[in-house]
């Protein structure tokens, strides 16, 4: 009969497994002997006494052959030991020390082990691994939770960072069937989902790989377990920090809503800078109702049988409502799209109707005022000036010397001043009157009819005058008023 060692040989080949001891270690099943020569007969084996033979149990971890002992116990017992001791650091996780190691049994003559050996080598090769969940988008893992319940928990606290817990509440408790009419100017929310799938796969790792919610929601959200923060420095402003961690000044602003971009900083204040890169956005999809206005529309209507500058308000517009609904979307909480489903008009609109008159009469002002230089700018406004009241405007340095009537009219004056030298004053017979002064040369007489822009005068420097110009004055009523206030 071979030796020991040949059997040995023989039963470290891959072995064909079965489960034991709940599925933590495996055992192998092997020939009750092994034959020396193939003229070994039955009968000698029958008659040899079953109680003269032994067992020993190889351990292998994995692949690897570690040793053998006398009792499969003790392996049982490290694996349990392993687990324990682990469980003081990773409480509440599901522990498995034993899923790696296989048992093989054998028969021999002799039990010959290393036991001491077998289990030091033992204690070194044993992985301690926790029953958890891979939680991917895609095809790619992100991070690993201890309980499939877990996975919908980061779902749900991704989704949590722009909706509320209220509003997800209510999403999961009603349907389209039984939610109420949307009333006026009320929003809610319809729908929440995230841009790309998220799976879930039951995977075997070592505890420490393992994370909180939290951390996987913040992961799904920025890329990152934990925000990267920089404490500020002297010299520091926000251009420089944003530029230094590959961000805009805005993106900055955005990671900070306590900052503005005037706000001043401080020594040692933390910023977060972190460089967001999500694995997965959240889509919002809201309905929304509101009472808004309708503009009325402005129309203007021409009478030739009125003057022109004539204005009657025929028809005060009234603004009127309408009811409208519009669909919202938002992605990580910045609005994407708005589109109107529907529209129902509550109060019509009234126009705003004005009808001006069109009839020119050449006596008759238009009530509009003209320009009634060649270009030229204004070198005194109407006020106070140099301790007297300055009634006009005056009109320097123009393009041509000619002066014209600002508007329809006729002269009622025409001659000298002591104070405006030569000037005109043209009535335009609907209670307003024009002045011009200082004119060199007078071009219209008394009673003549003017039309808007006909000349009647050359600019000068009469009366008291220091240098070229036109006094321009307009009167409503009998009373001066700025002429700024009538020109086009």
Same mark, same amino acid.
């Given at each position: 009969?071979?030796?020991?060692?040949?059997?040995?040989?023989?039963?470290?080949?891959?072995?064909?497994?079965?489960?034991?001891?709940?599925?933590?270690?495996?055992?192998?099943?092997?020939?009750?002997?092994?034959?020396?020569?193939?003229?070994?007969?039955?009968?000698?084996?029958?008659?040899?006494?079953?109680?003269?033979?032994?067992?020993?149990?190889?351990?292998?971890?994995?692949?690897?052959?570690?040793?053998?002992?006398?009792?499969?116990?003790?392996?049982?017992?490290?694996?349990?030991?392993?687990?324990?001791?682990?469980?003081?650091?990773?409480?509440?996780?599901?522990?498995?020390?034993?899923?790696?190691?296989?048992?093989?049994?054998?028969?021999?003559?002799?039990?010959?082990?290393?036991?001491?050996?077998?289990?030091?080598?033992?204690?070194?090769?044993?992985?301690?691994?926790?029953?958890?969940?891979?939680?991917?988008?895609?095809?790619?893992?992100?991070?690993?939770?201890?309980?499939?319940?877990?996975?919908?928990?980061?779902?749900?606290?991704?989704?949590?960072?722009?909706?509320?817990?209220?509003?997800?509440?209510?999403?999961?408790?009603?349907?389209?069937?039984?939610?109420?009419?949307?009333?006026?100017?009320?929003?809610?929310?319809?729908?929440? $989902? @995230?841009? /790309?799938?998220?799976?879930?796969?039951?995977?075997? &790792?070592?505890?420490? +790989?393992? #994370?909180?919610? *939290?951390?996987?929601?913040?992961?799904?959200?920025?890329?990152?377990?934990?925000?990267?923060?920089?404490?500020?420095?002297?010299?520091?402003?926000?251009?420089?920090?944003?530029?230094?961690?590959?961000?805009?000044?805005?993106?900055?602003?955005?990671?900070?809503?306590?900052?503005?971009?005037?706000?001043?900083?401080?020594?040692?204040?933390?910023?977060?800078?972190?460089?967001?890169?999500?694995?997965?956005?959240?889509?919002?999809?809201?309905?929304?109702?509101?009472?808004?206005?309708?503009?009325?529309?402005?129309?203007?209507?021409?009478?030739?049988?009125?003057?022109?500058?004539?204005?009657?308000?025929?028809?005060?517009?009234?603004?009127?409502?309408?009811?409208?609904?519009? $669909? @919202?979307? /938002?992605?990580?909480?910045?609005?994407?799209?708005? &589109?109107?489903?529907? +529209?129902? #008009?509550?109060? *019509?609109?009234?126009?705003?109707?004005?009808?001006?008159?069109?009839?020119?009469?050449?006596?008759?002002?238009?009530?509009?005022?003209?320009?009634?230089?060649?270009?030229?700018?204004?070198?005194?406004?109407?006020?106070?000036?140099?301790?007297?009241?300055?009634?006009?405007?005056?009109?320097?340095?123009?393009?041509?010397?000619?002066?014209?009537?600002?508007?329809?009219?006729?002269?009622?004056?025409?001659?000298?001043?002591?104070?405006?030298?030569?000037?005109?004053?043209?009535?335009?017979?609907?209670?307003?009157?024009?002045?011009?002064?200082?004119?060199?040369?007078?071009?219209?007489?008394?009673?003549?009819?003017?039309?808007?822009?006909?000349?009647?005068?050359?600019?000068?420097?009469?009366?008291?005058?220091?240098?070229?110009?036109?006094?321009?004055?307009?009167?409503?009523?009998?009373?001066?008023?700025?002429?700024?206030?009538?020109?086009?």
């Amino acid at each position: 009969m071979e030796s020991n060692e040949s059997q040995l040989d023989l039963n470290h080949k891959k072995p064909s497994l079965i489960n034991r001891h709940n599925g933590k270690l495996k055992i192998a099943a092997v020939l009750a002997l092994l034959v020396s020569t193939v003229t070994f007969n039955l009968g000698f084996a029958n008659e040899t006494d079953k109680e003269e033979f032994a067992k020993i149990y190889h351990v292998y971890v994995a692949d690897a052959y570690v040793g053998s002992v006398a009792d499969e116990a003790i392996v049982e017992q490290i694996v349990k030991k392993k687990e324990q001791e682990a469980s003081q650091q990773y409480q509440n996780i599901e522990l498995d020390a034993g899923s790696d190691i296989t048992i093989v049994p054998e028969q021999v003559f002799t039990v010959e082990t290393n036991e001491e050996q077998t289990v030091k080598d033992l204690q070194q090769a044993i992985t301690v691994q926790a029953k958890a969940y891979s939680l991917k988008v895609g095809n790619t893992a992100v991070a690993t939770l201890k309980a499939k319940e877990d996975i919908e928990a980061v779902i749900d606290g991704l989704k949590l960072q722009y909706v509320t817990q209220t509003q997800l509440d209510g999403l999961k408790n009603n349907t389209a069937s039984t939610l109420p009419s949307l009333q006026k100017n009320e929003t809610r929310l319809i729908d929440v $989902t @995230l841009t /790309e799938d998220i799976t879930d796969e039951e995977v075997l &790792v070592s505890p420490a +790989e393992i #994370t909180t919610v *939290e951390k996987a929601v913040q992961l799904l959200q920025t890329g990152a377990e934990a925000k990267e923060t920089y404490a500020v420095k002297s010299g520091d402003v926000l251009g420089s920090i944003a530029k230094a961690h590959s961000l805009t000044t805005a993106e900055l602003l955005a990671l900070n809503p306590s900052l503005k971009a005037d706000t001043v900083l401080q020594i040692d204040q933390e910023l977060n800078v972190t460089v967001e890169k999500p694995y997965v956005s959240v889509k919002a999809v809201y309905e929304k109702k509101t009472l808004e206005a309708i503009n009325y529309q402005k129309v203007v209507k021409e009478d030739p049988t009125m003057l022109k500058g004539e204005r009657i308000v025929q028809q005060e517009g009234a603004i009127g409502k309408k009811e409208a609904e519009y $669909t @919202l979307i /938002e992605e990580n909480g910045v609005r994407t799209e708005i &589109v109107q489903t529907d +529209e129902n #008009t509550v109060l *019509e609109p009234k126009d705003n109707i004005v009808v001006i008159g069109t009839k020119v009469i050449p006596s008759v002002g238009t009530g509009t005022f003209a320009w009634p230089a060649e270009g030229g700018h204004i070198s005194s406004q109407m006020g106070s000036r140099w301790g007297r009241y300055h009634y006009g405007i005056d009109i320097a340095r123009p393009s041509g010397y000619t002066i014209k009537a600002s508007d329809n009219g006729v002269v009622k004056t025409a001659g000298r001043h002591s104070t405006y030298g030569n000037y005109v004053v043209i009535d335009h017979n609907n209670g307003y009157e024009t002045l011009y002064a200082h004119l060199s040369e007078i071009d219209v007489s008394v009673g003549q009819v003017v039309g808007q822009g006909a000349a009647i005068g050359v600019m000068g420097s009469t009366g008291r005058s220091t240098g070229t110009h036109l006094h321009f004055e307009v009167h409503k009523n009998g009373e001066e008023v700025n002429p700024l206030s009538y020109l086009n």
